[in-house]
């Protein structure tokens, strides 16, 4: 029913930025809460943001310990798509990123039904 298609993903060093954006289906991005996980290899995904659906300018977001601080996410409903600004990045932010969807917040920090294919992000020293 959504369809989640990731891009922006690149290499960067180590203190430079990279943005992902994640485009959504149509009508169909709007019922739903976004977010983002990574996967380093060998190592199992984690919860990285999430912001919620919101008719108002204002939206609830909520971020991993990890990358609180430098990291931000936003949306944009108009153009049916979703942002991760990554500021001062790290080798450990090394992973391949994947955009998630799912009705409420709650919902997409912890076990999102939709998933993006991802779009590796590499960070060197």
């Known amino acids: 029913q959504v369809q989640l298609v990731e891009s922006g993903g690149g290499l960067v060093q180590a203190g430079g930025s990279l943005r992902l954006s994640c485009a959504t289906s149509?009508?169909?991005?709007?019922?739903?809460?976004m977010g983002w996980f990574r996967q380093a290899p060998g190592k199992e995904r984690e919860f990285v943001a999430g912001?919620?659906?919101?008719?108002?300018?204002?939206?609830?977001?909520y971020y991993a310990d990890s990358v609180k601080g430098r990291f931000t996410i936003s949306r944009d409903n108009a153009k049916n798509t979703v942002y991760l600004q990554m500021n001062s990045l790290k080798p450990e932010d090394t992973a391949v990123y994947y955009c998630?969807?799912?009705?409420?917040?709650?919902?997409?920090?912890?076990?999102?039904?939709?998933w993006g294919q991802g779009t590796q992000v590499t960070v060197s020293s």
């Open positions: 149509g009508r169909t991005f709007r019922p739903y809460a």
């Open positions: 912001i919620s659906w919101s008719r108002i300018i204002t939206y609830f977001t």
């Open positions: 998630t969807a799912d009705k409420v917040l709650q919902v997409v920090i912890s076990h999102p039904g939709y």
